[in-house]
């Protein structure tokens, strides 16, 4: 009977000492998840809308000025967009999306120059929502789209 007092007070005084960091570590995981689960979903409206904004742009510009190419499925997906508005200015991003992290990477060169990258992080939003996050600015997917070619564009 000794061992089994014995495991009973260990087992309940584990549980008291651990249990509010157990819920914690439970909703982080949890918390992950989701993030992981919006990330995709953030991804792939980025992405689609690059794809749109592509064919509409060129339309309406006369011309092929821009070229978008996604590559990859759910979960590891990248996209790249070559801009040219003119002969001799061209621009080049790079935006990839790796499902077990919680940021995309962007690579963003001008005219064969050295290319600059940077870490856009992917962070709830108080609303529940995946935003893109680049300094102190926060994006929704077309907000970044937007800012992306028209960095390229400038």
């Known amino acids: 009977m000794g061992a089994t007092d014995w495991l009973d007070a260990a087992v309940e005084s584990a549980k008291q000492k651990y249990q509010a960091q157990r819920a914690l570590d439970e909703r982080s995981v949890q918390a992950d998840a989701l993030k992981r689960r919006l990330g995709n979903q953030f991804c792939r409206e980025l992405f689609a809308w690059f794809e749109n904004v592509e064919v ?6 006369g011309s092929q000025v821009l070229a978008v190419s996604v590559v990859g ?8 967009i070559l801009a040219r508005p003119v002969r001799a200015k061209e621009g080049t991003a790079s935006l990839s999306y790796e499902e077990n992290t919680t940021s995309l990477g962007l690579s963003v060169g001008f005219g064969g120059g050295a290319e600059t990258a ?4 992917l962070v709830l939003s108080a609303d529940g929502a995946v935003l893109a996050e680049m300094g ?5 997917p077309e907000q970044l789209g937007q800012k992306i070619i028209d960095d390229l564009l400038a």
């Open 56 to 61: 509409r742009f060129n339309n309406r510009f």
């Open 73 to 80: 499925s759910d979960g590891n997906r990248s996209v790249q």
């Open 118 to 121: 940077q870490t856009i992080r």
């Open 136 to 140: 102190a600015k926060h994006y929704a």
